[in-house]
C-alpha cells in the first residue's frame, strides 16, 4: 500500500504560495514625507570644526538619516550627546509620524577638516541622505557664533 505524501506536500506548498500574495500593507510599509526646518549652523570660532543643527519631521512611514555630505567637509559625523557626553552615530532613526531633532545641546552634525571658515551670513549647501526618501538637499545659514533658538520644549 502506497502512502499519498507527494499529493500533501503539493497542498501544503500551494497554501504557502498563496499566503505570500496576500495584502500585508502594514503601516511600517508606508512611504515617509520627510520635512526639514529651522537648519542652521553657528559661525565657528576656528577653521578646523563646525556644528550643524536641524529638525526632520515626518507625517509618513519610518525613515533613517543614513549620512550627510557638503561641500564645507569630506569629513561630517551624526553625533548625540548623553549625559554631557558626545558620541558619534551611524544612523538617527527618524520615527513614523515622528521628528528627528537636531539641537544645541543634544544631537548634532559635526563637520571636520573644513575647506573654509564659514562666516555669519553665508549659506552652507548639504545633502542628507535617507534610507527611503533618498538625497534631501537643504540650505543650512550660518548664524552667530552664540545663535541658540528656543523651541519652547
Ligand atoms: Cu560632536
Known amino acids: 500500500m502506497r502512502r499519498p505524501v ?3 506536500v503539493v497542498i501544503a506548498a500551494a497554501l504557502t504560495l498563496a499566503g ?7 503601516n511600517t510599509s508606508a512611504k515617509p514625507e520627510l520635512k526639514v526646518t529651522g537648519a542652521y549652523m553657528p559661525a565657528p570660532i576656528m577653521d578646523t570644526m563646525a556644528a550643524g543643527f536641524f529638525t526632520v519631521t515626518n507625517s509618513g512611514g519610518a525613515d533613517t538619516l543614513t549620512s550627510v555630505t557638503s561641500d564645507l567637509s569630506d569629513d561630517v559625523t551624526l553625533h548625540s550627546t548623553q549625559g554631557g557626553a558626545m558620541n558619534e552615530e ?8 515622528g ?7 543634544g544631537n548634532h ?10 562666516q555669519e551670513g553665508e549659506k552652507v549647501s548639504l545633502e542628507l541622505h535617507f534610507a527611503k526618501t533618498g538625497t534631501v538637499k537643504i540650505s543650512m545659514p550660518v548664524k552667530s557664533a552664540t545663535y541658540n533658538p528656543k ?3
Open 109 to 118: 552634525l559635526m563637520f571636520e577638516k573644513l575647506t573654509h571658515k564659514p
Open 90 to 97: 551611524k544612523s538617527f532613526a527618524i520615527p513614523a509620524d
Open 6 to 8: 507527494g499529493t500533501a
Open 99 to 105: 521628528t528627528l531633532a537636531f539641537a544645541s545641546g
Open 20 to 26: 505570500c500574495g496576500a495584502d500585508s500593507s502594514a
Open 151 to 153: 523651541t519652547g520644549h
